[in-house]
């Protein structure tokens, strides 16, 4: 029972409700309810603004091809597949399980009513037609051909073969047996959702999911290469050499997707990078960049050689790549027993000898370079199988998970640049070569793909006007401008600085002098450098970090008491191994501005690239919007409004031990939106939800993002706390957008914490560029004009306000435009005013004169995450402050 003095705390009693009074209903969101019933995004269409109308009108083509139903069954059903051993363990195999299902269909095709199936290899399978039996239970006996040499296993240490063994070769059965249990889940009902006339509003996932499994289960069946949605067939013809034993694989991505005009397939190019087949020695060369086996480095080698398929010259076996020993093949020894050579108590007798003897004298086989080498395991741990290297070479189609160099990128990027009509071409032959129509499963139901290119309605919007140096205003032309006799808009000057050279044997004084120029053209006032600085020859082949460290104490001996405030520094290369060390010596230790020039690639264009992130580092601004200086940006520049872009950069896939970085910037000095600071934090490996936006530690304090980012608003925007907040956010996929609902519940809470009265309305804007829709002019080899926004029928039919902008004139290849989805609108944005504030964030990167292809917010959060992720590469996990002298400034520029 409850004490007295407990129950003299609770609130009084409500008092009764007079008849003649109807209670209010409160409305969610409306003072009450939790932030997530205030952020979850309204899926009602009709609440939702109307399609922009501003811009000219232009015809366009897309590569979504409409979905014709045509009879047959209107549901599919599902049912859930679990694959064991005959000894009851997991089959986990993707391949494995779809061969076991394949071979159970043809043998139990009459007790399964001769139907047609789709799996996706893991625990899904879908028919047109329901199974006997909601529960089944089958065993199926795999006969795989196999050749088989007896002294495959004898490697191991537990052979029992004698010495004849090794004179012949015996093609074998190997039969292994699998349990099947094949139980129902649901049944999908389809045909609603062909015949939307504006998309199907909601339980569509499930659909996708089935009708993009038939499309995988099709492309397994012609031994293609899988990624998800996208597939990659053995044909020399899609292979491209990017050195280094790697190759650019050509492909394609195919998928259903249920949009406002309905159901489309959507078909476009992909690609990937794969391991090049032939001798395992030969790939790790290339790789190594070496040219003898000798010289390979095998710990560097163990890691990308660890889960590859090699087929085995003696016996004509694929294995997977478990490991390399660590002795060389003529000192690895085991132990063979000897069938027939029994002592007196019938025990049987062995005799100990090297992985290279047992090849060469009781194989037969030659080895001409294998015996200096380590081997190549392809047994277990426990029970390892060892084979000379020479004897192993790669299979076709696998996939290089490492990360490229900076080279292979370029060629590869080089190499896979098409053309509008190129990629319509090779649309239309592939949609002719994979005839859709005929898959067994799409027939069942009835589905047929239109051939042609799907007509869509668009918009250009007018690019908006920029001013420069003495309030000039400039016009754009297709999305491209100069300073030609023009001044930036607030340059900054350099009084004292230094030249640091890590690239001997280059011309370096013409290049700082030259940028020097430039620099003076266009406003800028730069001093002779104070000294520069030339790296000793006999560092260069130091580790990275201890070049940096003695070119440090080099600039710290001659300038001890007064540091420089600028240094221009030369490397042979863009991201070389100096290149994160130096980045945590300017950025975190000493606070100094700099900008690195590689060497490389140094040419005129380049050096006036250069100057313009010179003067945004430095705190000047090479132009802006002419509506920010009249103050006329639509609901942001009348109100305190704080711009956000967030992203989260990952390490290569290869790399699992680093952590991601999670970047955000925020906008300064409104209202202003051309001028942003960034706030940065490392998180467990390969999260996507950002961690630290809100971190109190104590009752009053907070070391989260979101604080440094509206404290630094505050004291640059006249003591003014933001009454809007708009979030742009990328890296997000559809299956993430809840994700975001949790950010942004940090941020308010951030804000909370900082003064509780305190209720910023908010936007939540998200940009996609992971997706494979595309635009083409009809009859026109041209690229889409920029300014082009699209946001009627390919667009999601679910959510309120989403369109294609394609900001930018893509100069080579075919440009792809970013999808925005406006998930929350607190602040009440028409189509056209978030349209044209997108549009508008795309002209004030202060890194080119041009338009680019994402709002600028969302390009600084990417590069400062991924300059903070070289650090961490090269320094380690733990990623420090910035210097105090960095924080404010566009260091990511």
Request: proline fraction near 6%; glycine fraction near 6%; hydrophobic fraction near 35%.
């Amino acid at each position: 029972m409850a004490s007295k003095g407990t129950l003299s705390n609770l609130p009084p009693p409500p008092q009764e409700i007079p008849p003649n009074v109807v209670p209010m209903q409160v409305e969610p969101g409306k003072g009450c309810g939790s932030l997530s019933e205030r952020l979850r995004p309204n899926f009602n269409q009709m609440n939702g603004p109307r399609p922009g109308v501003k811009g000219k009108k232009i015809h366009l083509l897309t590569n979504h091809f409409r979905v014709c139903f045509q009879g047959g069954t209107s549901h599919l059903h599902s049912y859930s597949v679990n694959v064991h051993y005959e000894n009851g363990d997991p089959v986990t195999r993707r391949n494995l399980i779809r061969k076991v299902i394949q071979k159970l269909w043809e043998i139990y095709s009459l007790e399964l009513g001769e139907q047609a199936f789709a799996t996706d290899g893991q625990q899904s399978l879908f028919t047109a037609c329901p199974l006997p039996k909601k529960k089944l239970e089958f065993t199926v006996v795999l006969d795989v051909a196999t050749s088989k040499s007896k002294t495959d296993s004898s490697l191991s240490g537990n052979g029992d073969f004698s010495e004849g063994d090794q004179k012949r070769q015996k093609i074998i059965s190997g039969f292994k047996t699998f349990k099947v249990q094949i139980t129902f889940v649901s049944v999908i009902p389809f045909q609603s959702m062909l015949d939307a006339p504006n998309g199907v509003k909601s339980g569509n996932n499930e659909v996708l999911r089935a009708l993009d499994t038939i499309l995988q289960h099709s492309n397994a069946k012609r031994n293609c290469l899988l990624l998800r949605q996208s597939y990659f067939s053995n044909e020399i013809r899609n292979f491209m050499d990017l050195t280094g034993g790697i190759l650019g694989c050509r492909g394609f991505h195919s998928s259903f997707q249920s949009v406002q005009g309905g159901l489309f397939f959507n078909l476009d190019v992909s690609t990937t990078t794969i391991i090049q087949l032939g001798p395992l020695v030969n790939f790790l060369m290339a790789n190594q960049n070496v040219d003898n086996p000798f010289k390979i480095d095998w710990t560097k080698a163990t890691g990308i050689l660890k889960n590859l398929r090699i087929k085995l010259a003696h016996s004509n076996r694929e294995h997977k790549v478990t490991g390399l020993s660590d002795r060389l093949c003529k000192e690895l020894k085991f132990l063979l027993r000897l069938k027939g050579s029994h002592d007196q108590n019938d025990n049987v007798q062995t005799v100990e000898v090297t992985v290279y003897d047992y090849f060469i004298r009781r194989r037969g086989i030659e080895l001409s370079y294998s015996s200096n080498l380590p081997c190549i395991n392809v047994g277990s741990q426990h029970r390892p199988q060892f084979i000379p290297i020479e004897l192993c070479s790669l299979v076709s189609l696998q996939r290089y998970k490492e990360e490229l160099s900076i080279h292979q990128r370029s060629l590869l990027l080089k190499k896979l640049r098409q053309k509008p009509m190129e990629i319509i071409n090779d649309l239309n032959e592939e949609l002719k070569t994979n005839n859709y129509d005929t898959d067994p499963m799409l027939r069942a139901c009835g589905i047929s793909i239109n051939k042609s290119f799907t007509q869509v309605g668009g918009r250009i919007l007018s690019p908006p006007l920029l001013r420069v140096g003495n309030k000039v205003d400039l016009v754009p032309k297709r999305s491209r401008w100069n300073f030609n006799d023009k001044k930036f808009a607030e340059p900054k000057g350099i009084e004292f600085w230094v030249v640091v050279n890590f690239s001997t044997g280059f011309d370096i004084r013409s290049s700082y002098t030259e940028l020097a120029k430039l620099g003076a053209m266009e406003g800028m006032h730069i001093r002779p450098p104070a000294f520069v600085f030339e790296e000793n020859p006999k560092h260069k082949k130091k580790p990275g970090s201890v070049r940096v460290d003695l070119m440090f104490e080099q600039i710290i001996s001659k300038f001890r008491k007064d540091p420089p405030r600028f240094i221009l520094y030369f490397l042979p290369t863009k991201f070389s191994c100096l290149y994160g060390p130096w980045k945590k010596k300017c950025l975190m230790d000493f606070g100094i501005r700099n900008q690195c020039i590689a060497m490389n690639r140094v040419d005129e264009a380049h050096l006036a690239n250069v100057i313009l992130k010179m003067n945004a580092r430095l705190g000047g601004i090479n132009f802006m919007l002419s509506a920010e200086v009249s103050q006329t940006i639509p609901l942001v520049s009348k109100v305190p409004t704080l711009i956000l872009g967030m992203d989260v950069r990952h390490a290569a896939s290869a790399r699992s031990d680093l952590p991601s970085v999670a970047a955000v910037v925020g906008s300064r000095q409104w209202p202003m939106i051309s001028c942003y600071a960034a706030s940065i934090r490392v998180q467990p490996p390969k999260t996507e939800t950002i961690h630290s936006l809100f971190k109190p530690i104590s009752e009053g304090e907070d070391t989260g993002i979101i604080r440094e980012l509206l404290m630094d608003f505050y004291a640059s925007s006249g003591k003014r706390k933001p009454a809007q907040i708009i979030i742009f956010r990328q890296g997000l996929c559809e299956s993430q957008f809840k994700q975001i609902i949790n950010e942004v519940e940090e941020i308010i809470k951030a804000c909370k914490f900082l003064d509780e009265t305190w209720s910023p309305k908010f936007t939540l804007i998200i940009a996609q560029r992971r997706h494979h829709t595309k635009l083409f002019q009809p009859d026109s080899s041209e690229n889409i004009p920029p300014g082009t926004v699209v946001d009627t029928k390919i667009c999601h039919p679910l959510y309120n306000n989403n369109f294609y902008m394609c900001a930018h004139a893509a100069r080579v290849g075919t440009s792809r435009p970013s999808h925005y989805f406006v998930l929350l609108d607190e602040i009440g944005f028409s189509s056209d005013d978030a349209q044209e504030l997108v549009h508008c964030l795309c002209y004030v990167s202060q890194r080119c004169t041009s338009a680019i292809y994402e709002v600028a917010p969302i390009r600084y959060a990417r590069l400062a995450a991924a300059q903070m992720l070289e650090i961490v590469k090269s320094e380690g996990p733990q990623l420090p402050k910035l210097h105090k002298n960095i924080r404010d400034t566009m260091f990511f520029c």
